[in-house]
């Protein structure tokens, strides 16, 4: 092991899941949340070398196991006592790049040419069968793949229906993941897979960390050497998983224990009942793990906090983590330690606690203010602008720029908003849920058509086959031989899928949106757009402006959080430079088209339109417009009054303006028709 423990924060708590799967794999694997450089992929590829071995059916390419056979596997039928061979347990690697055929398998295109039969070239879920999965950066991985993923973990069998096969076989594995947060989250679907999670971070302290240079160093220098020195202690891992193995089946999971379990899924209001599942089975494999044959209360304890921070997050916003002092109360109602009547208190209080929960006390704590008209008046707190009832709640309004910067007001409850998106299909953008998108390498193959120039693409094998097919026998190919090809008969599959875009925010911080209740009710609707942006895999990024300039207060990532957190802190004052906000998001755009040229824009701009410094906005805004960026301006003016500023900037960037209550999920073909763009 390179990295001493004490230089890694969590890194023995990610040690401890790991080899609890490892004792009992129907946990359902580990998620590593951290940093980068953080020692992730070395500790989990360490795994590999602890496990027991595998006994296989000799032969078989789907490892099967010899006393029980897969009676579908494709290599089978297998006798059950036939010949078998000893292998050392695989950890396969996943690379986020990889394609569909390439997972789950495909055609052996090798035997079709040259023999002319059709044959299964297994993947690597059939490689991974019977040990580890790991997928380095997971959260990068295409929504195709992880498709295909859950579809094996839920119910370990890989179906494979494609380019003419039709197969199915086992594809039980343990399942191991790592990722940075800052590059984006996991969708809700996938987290829920992974049995445990774990969040690591490097140590501040200096003298960890130079320990961790110097180990790295002398393995550099010599891994041998490096390696030996440890070999002893990996040994005596690897015979007391193997002990502990063998104790599990006899380990006893009493009625209180149990109880337990399922009060603390129940107090921290879990989805289903996989984590009571989860927890169950990661108290026995602990009990086996220190050699006991009966779970205890601190067995759960443990398996709680490794089985369901992941599982409390609602919303990417939300943080995870456990709230001990809530665990230890839902322990001990569940114990008889307390009253009867405890455990429904302890959750009805816990409930409104969480951050980013719908009914929670978290950015929506003043909600009922921000339903009160007055809230723009005195009662919003010093500093807010004009009384609520001026027209579009305005009073001495925008006010110079060096006036006294407002605190950031907090931010109304998300909700599912309008789809926002490029109407025209783009060109094969990176994978993803919301524009259209069809020429691309991603995606379901709807077609084929005939290879039209000499680069290298990748072919439809089935249609290849099929035009080839009819000519055999004039090409004079005999029973038995290869197929006989040419170049006439190639074929390219023709795809259409669902892109990833780049939303931009360009939100107005100016003083005339510094009333609170509006701007909380502001950012409660980006904070609903960043939710549908998390859900359908896009790149954010967030542009302020207010004063006499812009800032570009995230610049485009994957990370909603990170956008949700700047958001969170932003604070208002001053005049309204919309001009500048709008250049500031060109000159940014332009930087990612270069960086990025297949990913198609979408500029959300969020103000109530009243201009007060720099140029005209509506100039900016008709040269965005004529570099082709799709925009919708959210108009954020309120009153029984209203100038429609806002709707001329829309306008004039050839788009449209929605109202602030008009941004909710009803209206969908309107905006979809409306927001125009040129491909």
């Not at 494709?74 to 010949?83: M, S, T």
């Not at 959080?561 to 932003?570: F, G, I, N, V």
């Not at 979408?602 to 509506?618: E, I, K, Q, S, Y």
């Not at 003016?637 to 209550?661: C, F, K, W």
Request: glycine residues 12%.
């Amino acid at each position: 092991m390179i990295y001493p423990f004490s230089a890694v924060v969590g890194l023995a708590d990610l040690k401890l899941a790991l080899l609890l799967n490892a004792v009992s794999p129907s946990i359902g694997g580990v998620l590593v949340r951290g940093e980068k450089g953080a020692a992730k992929s070395t500790v989990v590829r360490s795994l590999a070398a602890l496990l027991p071995p595998v006994r296989v059916v000799a032969g078989c390419r789907f490892s099967c196991g010899p006393g029980a056979p897969d009676p579908h596997c494709p290599d089978g039928p297998h006798e059950e006592d036939g010949p078998a061979t000893e292998r050392p347990a695989r950890l396969v690697e996943l690379p986020i790049g990889a394609g569909e055929d390439r997972v789950t398998g495909s055609l052996d295109l090798e035997r079709a040419l040259t023999e002319g039969v059709k044959a299964f070239e297994p993947g690597l879920l059939a490689a991974a069968h019977r040990g580890v999965l790991y997928v380095d950066e997971v959260n990068l991985l295409h929504d195709h793949l992880v498709d295909l993923l859950l579809d094996a973990a839920a119910m370990g069998i890989s179906y494979v229906e494609r380019e003419g096969v039709s197969v199915r076989h086992a594809a039980r594995f343990l399942l191991v993941g790592t990722m940075n947060p800052e590059e984006g989250e996991l969708r809700p679907q996938l987290l829920d897979r992974f049995g445990l999670a774990v969040d690591v971070r490097a140590s501040r302290e200096p003298a960890e960390r130079a320990e961790v240079v110097r180990r790295r160093l002398a393995f550099d220098a010599d891994p041998a050497a490096f390696g030996a020195a440890y070999e002893t202690g990996d040994r005596a891992l690897a015979e007391r998983i193997a002990s502990a193995r063998a104790l599990l089946p006899r380990v006893v999971l009493p009625d209180p224990a149990l109880r337990q379990v399922t009060a603390v899924c129940a107090a921290f209001d879990v989805d289903g009942l996989r984590a009571d599942l989860v927890m169950a089975r990661t108290a026995i494999a602990l009990a086996a793990w220190e050699g006991r044959d009966e779970v205890t209360g601190d067995d759960v304890a443990t398996a709680a906090r490794l089985a369901l921070p992941h599982r409390r997050r609602r919303d990417p916003f939300g943080e995870p983590g456990l709230d001990e002092e809530r665990l230890e109360r839902a322990l001990a109602d569940a114990a008889g330690d307390t009253a009867g009547d405890t455990a429904g208190d302890t959750a009805g209080e816990g409930d409104g606690s969480e951050a980013g929960r719908p009914d929670g006390d978290g950015p929506n704590k003043e909600g009922p203010d921000n339903d009160d008209p007055d809230d723009d008046g005195p009662g919003g707190g010093p500093g807010d602008d004009g009384p609520g009832g001026l027209p579009g709640g305005e009073g001495p309004g925008d006010r110079p720029a060096h006036s006294s910067e407002r605190p950031p007001a907090p931010a109304g409850q998300p909700y599912r908003t309008r789809l926002l998106t490029p109407p025209t299909v783009g060109r094969g953008g990176p994978a993803g849920r919301r524009g259209r998108t069809a020429g691309g390498s991603a995606g379901r193959a709807v077609g084929a058509r005939p290879v039209s120039n000499g680069r290298a693409v990748p072919l439809h094998l089935v249609a290849t086959l099929t035009a080839a097919a009819p000519y055999q026998r004039d090409r004079g190919r005999g029973r038995g031989g290869p197929l006989v090809l040419r170049r006439a008969d190639l074929r390219v599959a023709i795809r259409e899928g669902r892109e990833s875009n780049l939303v931009l925010f360009c939100v107005d911080a100016s003083g005339s949106m510094a009333a609170r209740a509006r701007m909380g009710a502001v950012k409660g609707a980006v904070l609903s757009l960043l939710l549908d942006a998390y859900q359908r895999r896009d790149k954010v990024g967030l542009v302020t402006f207010r004063g006499e300039g812009a800032t570009v207060a995230l610049p485009p990532t994957s990370s909603v959080e990170l956008a949700s957190a700047r958001l969170e802190r932003l604070a208002t004052g001053g005049r309204t430079p919309i001009a500048a906000g709008l250049a500031c998001a060109a000159r940014l755009l332009a930087a990612e088209r270069l960086r990025d040229p297949l990913r198609r824009a979408l500029l959300v701009v969020v103000t109530d339109g009243r201009h007060t410094a720099g140029p005209d906005p509506a100039v900016t805004a008709r040269r965005l417009a004529a570099d082709g960026v799709a925009g919708v301006v959210v108009d954020c003016e309120q009153g029984p009054v209203r100038l429609g500023l806002a709707g001329r900037i829309g306008a004039a960037l050839g788009g449209v303006a929605l109202r602030l209550d008009e941004l909710a999920a009803d209206g969908l073909a309107e905006i979809v028709r409306d927001v125009r763009m040129v491909a």
